[in-house]
């Protein structure tokens, strides 16, 4: 069945540091992937995302490339800020849409001053 | 603008007793809706979502029940909680062709 994997948290990291959470996932056909995160307190927001291969999306400094031949979703930002530390979500949606997301663990990054 | 309410945030309950937690969507009309289960350590599930008034699929057999008694309006429940529905509770919405907002969530902890 589809399947999405993540790197295990917490990433721990000083402000300004290059960020690195890994995403990869197993799905039949063509999944639309996504990134949400979760700040403190909240509910989850959507980040960013991508419908088909090679397609980069991104959003407040944060980037993502779909990449089918390695069937990840790394999520990238050159300099993290305090403010970004969170949970992030990584999930797909094997019928294409937005419905029925199947998500990972979560990866929870805590940014240091 | 649309938005969407979950309540309680946090419920603590004993093993045996009900449950019923209430999600609600304002600002639109015909939403689908979903409700998700996050348990420790684990990603988030998806538990059981509706197109529209008194339609409910349910993706995993369990405990828990859904109903959708009104079109913005999405409950979830049990007769007798189990010590394994301890978890996150997330309902959410979308429309065809949108993203799903989430609601901030309900934490349940069964003692």
């Known amino acids: 069945g589809n399947s999405v994997t993540q790197m295990e948290g917490p990433v721990t990291l000083s402000e300004e540091a290059f960020l690195t959470i890994n995403c990869t996932y197993t799905a039949t056909g063509y999944p639309s992937l996504f990134w949400y995160v979760q700040y403190p307190g909240e509910g989850l927001q959507l980040l960013l995302k991508?419908?088909?291969?090679?397609d980069k999306g991104s959003n407040k400094g944060f980037e993502a490339t779909y990449r089918k031949e390695t069937t990840s979703f790394h999520l990238e930002k050159g300099s993290v800020q305090v403010s970004d530390s969170a949970v992030y979500f990584c999930a797909l949606s094997s019928s294409g849409g937005y419905n029925k997301l199947i998500f990972g663990a979560g990866t929870r990054l805590a940014v240091h001053p | 603008s649309q938005t969407i309410h979950q309540w309680p945030a946090t419920l603590v309950q004993p093993v045996g007793s009900p449950l019923s937690l209430e999600c609600t969507v304002e600002g639109t009309s015909n939403p689908n809706l979903y409700w998700y289960r996050q348990a420790a350590g684990r990603g988030l599930q998806l538990l059981f979502y509706?197109?529209?008034?008194?339609?409910i699929s349910s993706e995993v057999p369990q405990n828990l029940s859904a109903s959708r008694p009104q079109d913005r309006q999405f409950i979830l429940s049990s007769k007798k909680l189990l010590l394994s529905d301890s978890g996150f509770y997330l309902c959410?919405?979308?429309?065809?062709?949108?993203?799903?907002?989430f609601g901030d969530g309900t934490r349940l902890s069964i003692l």
């Open positions: 991508a419908t088909k291969a090679d």
């Open positions: 509706s197109v529209g008034i008194g339609q």
């Open positions: 959410a919405w979308d429309r065809a062709g949108q993203p799903q907002h």
